[in-house]
């Protein structure tokens, strides 16, 4: 019950903070799944699997956010798993092997795991090496007879820190994990397939992210595939998307100069398009005719006139709490910012949100 009042929560949250688009199969993995992320984003990167499955998944997460007062209680409240990592406490990493085998039991048990095995969150625009922990978690299950695959899940944010920015949840085909047992007990087998497994896992994790050398590559990369899918006229895709990525990094290697010039050149039409409000390509090709202009301009004065006053209403009852969480996450890092901000909002609004019922009640 707790479990799923948070999901329910939390999803709604994500989904007022985010532009959320999920790219995933209709059907959800079934059996035992363990559920592996890139992390450039905090606290959201978890959170954002309450949106793509609505299986129950226990979460691996450091140590010391179990700590914490309300995350901390929140975390023991969905029965999450601690992870001790050698930068916190070089102390307490032996206590990795109750954490460990807990993991291997939810898997024999049949349930979903999520972690993310880069070890941290970050905000460089590519993968960080992988820690091997998912792979033996995955394999020591496979060897109690459970039948794991290890689903790879991409996060690419378009502006991970601003308030209704876009964000695509891209899942992956499974890994078959029985796929990577050892064929005899020897220590040496053992660790080269945990190795070969976490090398798998990485290149299953590059199939759906971007993995850009810098940060200033993503708006080229958006554009371009803007403008190609208004020339074919389809949808924007996700895997062409990578597939620009890709270009974009053997673009730059190889021809540096030329690859600067576009990079300017596309940043700038992308400027221009958001200074006449345009989000797409195509709606610069719409031509206006007397006949469709006069009744847009209608149907605006009516809603000027109109919701104005509602405007105005809810400028002055919402407005006072909405810098609050920006003013909060003034000082944290890239990749906390909007941890942040989502937390610090989603506490304003309730308590805002019983004020005015308090109000309203005292009013009335």
Same mark, same amino acid.
């Given at each position: 019950m707790f479990y799923a009042c948070v999901r329910a929560v939390v999803s709604l949250a994500l989904r007022l903070f985010y532009r959320v688009k999920v790219n995933a199969p209709a059907e959800e993995p079934s059996g035992p799944v363990l559920f592996v992320g890139n992390h450039p984003n905090g606290l959201i990167d978890p959170a954002l699997v309450f949106i793509l499955t609505r299986r129950k998944v226990t979460f691996l997460a450091k140590a010391p956010l179990f700590k914490l007062p309300v995350i901390g209680w929140l975390l023991k409240g969905l029965d999450a798993l601690p992870v001790y990592r050698k930068q916190d406490d070089p102390a307490q990493m032996g206590r990795? +092997? #109750?954490t460990l085998d807990a993991a291997k039991g939810a898997l !024999?048990? #049949?349930?979903?795991i999520t972690i993310f095995p880069e070890g941290k969150s970050h905000s460089e625009p590519g993968l960080a090496e992988l820690k091997t922990g998912a792979a033996r978690i995955a394999l020591n299950a496979a060897r109690e007879g459970a039948?794991?695959?290890i689903v790879p899940v991409g996060l690419t944010y378009a502006e991970?820190? !601003?308030?209704?920015?876009e964000v695509l949840i891209d899942q992956g085909a499974p890994i078959d994990v029985t796929a990577f047992l050892p064929k005899d007990a020897e220590a040496a087998t053992e660790q080269e397939s945990v190795r /070969?497994? &976490? +090398?798998?896992v990485a290149e299953g994790l590059r199939a759906v992210t971007l993995n850009l050398e810098q940060w200033e590559d993503l708006p080229v990369v958006q554009v371009a595939e803007q403008l190609y /899918?208004?020339?074919q006229g389809g949808p924007l895709d996700a895997e062409r998307l990578r597939l620009w990525a890709r270009g974009v990094r053997l673009f730059r290697t190889q021809e540096p100069e030329r690859y600067e010039r576009l990079r300017l050149h596309l940043s700038s039409f992308r400027k221009r398009m958001a200074l006449v409000q345009v989000t797409r390509p195509e709606e610069l090709s719409v031509q206006y005719r007397a006949g469709n202009v006069a009744p847009f301009v209608v149907k605006t004065l009516l809603t000027l006139v109109f919701g104005l006053p509602l405007f105005v209403a809810g400028l002055v009852l919402f407005g006072l709490p909405y810098p609050v969480p920006r003013m909060a996450a003034?000082? /944290? +890092?890239?990749?906390?910012?909007? &941890? !942040?901000?989502?937390l610090t909002a989603l506490v304003v609004s309730l308590v805002w949100w019983g004020l005015l019922t308090g109000a309203a009640a005292l009013w009335g």
């Open positions: 990795n +092997e #109750g !024999v048990q #049949g349930r979903a039948p794991v695959r991970k820190n !601003v308030f209704r920015s /070969a497994l &976490t +090398e798998r /899918a208004f020339r003034k000082s /944290a +890092e890239l990749d906390v910012q909007a &941890t !942040v901000k989502f």
